[in-house]
């Protein structure tokens, strides 16, 4: 619960900040939220007390979250970010080794309805997340070996790369939990981007 308040006072302080965004935005580094290298606004600078409360702190993060992957959407159209956002899709579906139908089903229609990635075809998205979900399970270690190498192609454009983490994300996080499993699968990701975790409280 602590990691889901520190990030949501991340998200709170971006969400707040968001309004100066673009006034002078050439010198505000890679990231296409206005603050430097952080989505959030904040770094690794959460827990500051802000005294968040739990009740109904999920849900109002995965909106905010979501919020902040629309401020970008017209930055997000490249073919690196389409393909890299759909392996960390079926790698948090899948974190656990195994996929029940209704999950898939659960995680296809989250991304097919996602603002962003509405950028891209549907069937494009749907194919490419379920020939990487087909893999995971068939050979989950194999499968997540050349998930993580899709997932790095975004590595080139710190941008893109934390939006493909905040799309895991709001995926992992979409059925109100954010398993362990699932943690691990977003840090193996920061890992393969270049990106610290600890910039999403993880």
């Not at 999920?58 to 909106?63: D, E, K, V």
């Not at 070996?145 to 710190?158: N, R």
């Amino acid at each position: 619960m602590a990691m889901w308040d520190r990030i949501k006072d991340q998200a709170k302080n971006l969400q707040q900040s968001q309004g100066s965004r673009g006034a002078g935005g050439h010198g505000q580094g890679n990231s296409p939220y206005g603050q430097g290298n952080s989505p959030y606004g904040q770094g690794q600078h959460g827990g500051h007390g802000s005294g968040s409360s739990s009740g109904g702190s999920r849900a109002q993060l995965i909106g905010l979250l979501k919020s902040q992957l629309a401020a970008a959407k017209t930055e997000l159209k490249s073919g690196a970010y389409r393909d890299a956002s759909m392996a960390m899709c079926a790698l948090v579906a899948a974190a656990d080794g195994h996929v029940e139908p209704a999950e898939r089903q659960r995680v296809e229609e989250l991304i097919v309805t996602n603002e962003v990635l509405q950028n891209f075809p549907a069937d494009q998205l749907r194919q490419r997340f379920n020939r990487h979900v087909d893999r995971l399970v068939a050979n989950f270690e194999l499968g997540k070996a050349e998930v993580l190498q899709e997932i790095a192609k975004a590595a080139k454009k710190p941008a893109e790369a934390r939006a493909v983490i905040q799309t895991g994300i709001v995926v992992a996080g979409a059925d109100g939990h954010f398993e362990m499993s699932e943690q691990y699968a977003v840090r193996e990701a920061c890992a393969a981007l270049g990106v610290p975790p600890a910039e999403f409280g993880i």
